[in-house]
Nanobody, 122 residues
Framework: QVQLVESGGGLVQPGGSLRLSCAASGFTFSHLAMGWYRQAPGKERELVARITYDGGDTVHADSVKGRFTISRDNAKNTVYLQMNSLKSEDTAVYYC???????????????WGQGTQVTVSS
């Protein structure tokens, strides 16, 4: 079955950096666009970055553009999110999922991993 395992979160000061990883299994990873989502307390889950099946194109939400970078390694079935210049408003649980279609925000799989907590605080 589909498994998505996120890691790399933690507590970081404003302006700091983190690199998140998502190891995927149970589906043909290299065939699907992938996305990183986040959910802050009291807010709905939002898509912050997406990448095509081959890594040839990426889109980042305006709120993270210029600070976050999504990438993938199809040989390792892993998608990454490099987060720089972190702000307190980036505090959230971060999740990955395949995308239903590249130009939508809808996740492909109904099940989610456990996510990884990112807390930005001094």
């Amino acid at each position: 079955q589909v498994q998505l395992v996120e890691s790399g979160g933690g507590l970081v000061q404003p302006g700091g950096s983190l690199r998140l990883s998502c190891a995927a299994s149970g589906f043909t990873f290299s065939h699907l666009a992938m996305g990183w989502y986040r959910q802050a307390p009291g807010k709905e889950r939002e898509l912050v970055a997406r990448i095509t099946y081959d890594g040839g194109d990426t889109v980042h939400a305006d709120s993270v553009k210029g600070r976050f970078t999504i990438s993938r390694d199809n040989a390792k079935n892993t998608v990454y999110l490099q987060m720089n210049s972190l702000k307190s408003e980036d505090t959230a649980v971060y999740y990955c999922n395949a995308l239903l279609y590249y130009y939508t925000t809808d996740p492909r799989f109904p099940s989610w991993g456990q996510g990884t907590q990112v807390t930005v605080s001094s």
